[in-house]
């Protein structure tokens, strides 16, 4: 079964600081996608990256940046320079199409909040 | 705007009664997905359709079912509602039957059973 959890249920940071989001996952599969997603206060749910298990590269995009280390089956996400805009609940999802019944699985969410 | 339509935005109902939840992927899309989403059980998968079959079915009450029509919009009917039922309710789309890529999601349908 797969699974994801991310230890950090609430984050508070000072604006301008690098907070990094923790995210450990559980599979058997050799083949599996990494996923983050924000949820804003409005509630929807915005993508943010997907990463699959063949590419270990570390991505960054502006102020953004994830690192994926099949080692130690994590893929934890940097915000550089925190801004309140930044303020969500961000959410660390798995898939393994190979197998599982569930499609795509989340984990329990952290809430970032950046205090101005 | 992620193309994925969820009516109503909000709903509120009494314990007891059923409502329907209606969602519209983006247009091309055949995979259609919903989660549940409360404060104490985070991002729940429900159920999944794939041009109209059921696919794979999570934590999903028996009280609840869904279907997806030719057209491919989904609904999901929820019976005999109670408190716990309260939640914000997403529906997300793919093009794929299996999750490979980014799933796209509505903005969500809030229910809050009194």
């Known amino acids: 079964a797969q699974k994801v959890t991310q230890a950090q249920t609430e984050i508070s940071v000072v604006e301008k600081e690098d907070v990094t989001l923790d995210c450990v996952y559980e599979?058997?599969?050799?083949?599996?996608?990494l996923f983050w997603y924000k949820q804003p206060p409005s509630g929807e749910l915005v993508f943010l990256i997907r990463r699959n298990s063949f590419d270990e590269q570390n991505e960054i995009s502006g102020r953004y940046s994830w690192n994926f280390q099949k080692s130690t089956s994590s893929f934890n996400f940097t915000i550089t320079a925190s801004q309140v805009v930044d303020s969500a609940v961000y959410f660390c999802?798995?898939?393994?199409?190979?197998?599982?019944?569930?499609?795509?699985?989340f984990g329990k969410g952290t809430r970032l909040s950046v205090i101005a | 705007d992620s193309g994925v339509t969820q009516t109503p935005k909000h709903l509120i109902t009494a314990t007891g009664q059923r409502v329907t939840l209606r969602c519209s992927p983006r247009?091309?899309?055949?995979?259609v997905y919903w989660y549940q989403q409360s404060l104490d059980q985070g991002l729940q998968f429900l159920i999944h359709y794939y041009n109209g079959e059921e696919r794979a079915k999570g934590n999903i009450l028996e009280r609840f079912s869904a279907q997806q029509f030719p057209d491919l919009h989904s609904e999901l009917n929820l019976s005999s509602l109670e408190l716990g039922d309260s939640a914000l309710y997403f529906c997300?789309?793919?093009?794929?039957?299996?999750?490979?890529?980014?799933?796209?999601f509505g903005e969500g349908s809030r229910l809050t059973v009194l």
């Open positions: 999802a798995l898939s393994a199409p190979n197998s599982g019944n569930t499609p795509l699985v």
């Open positions: 997300a789309s793919s093009v794929a039957g299996r999750v490979t890529g980014e799933l796209f």
């Open positions: 599979t058997r599969d050799t083949t599996y996608y």
């Open positions: 247009s091309g899309d055949l995979s």
